[in-house]
């Protein structure tokens, strides 16, 4: 099984931007298509975006389409989520998530492989 580690969380400003990293080991993420979800303080996990594993398809929730685009270098080893216009309500925490030979899913069922999560805190 793949391990995952999240890292580029902090604190920003309303209108900044991050950029999370999720590196893999123990197995190439080639064959994994990748998902990040978050957790909002006192809140369920939810969907944000996923890539497949084949190509670059890509699948975002609509409360983050325009500002968040997610990527990947699969010779790194790394998923990435970039950021961008970032409003208070993405407080989170993000999670990195692995679906090894699925599909772009938006349900953090179909996930196999998670991180530990990076805490994004977006101040007003």
């Known amino acids: 099984q793949v391990q995952l580690v999240e890292s580029g969380g902090g604190l920003v400003q309303a209108g900044g931007s991050l950029r999370l990293s999720c590196a893999a080991s123990g197995r190439t993420l080639s064959t994994y298509s990748m998902g990040w979800f978050r957790q909002p303080p006192g809140k369920e996990r939810e969907f944000v975006a996923s890539i497949h594993w084949v190509g670059t398809g890509t699948k975002y929730a609509d409360s983050v389409k325009g500002r968040f685009t997610i990527s990947r270098d699969n010779a790194k080893n790394t998923v990435y989520l970039q950021m961008i216009s970032l409003k208070p309500e993405d407080t989170a925490v993000y999670y990195c998530?692995?679906?090894?030979?699925?599909?772009?899913?938006?349900?953090?069922?179909?996930?196999?492989?998670w991180g530990q999560g990076t805490q994004v805190t977006v101040s007003s």
């Open positions: 998530a692995g679906n090894r030979f699925g599909g772009t899913s938006d349900s953090s069922k179909e996930y196999e492989s």
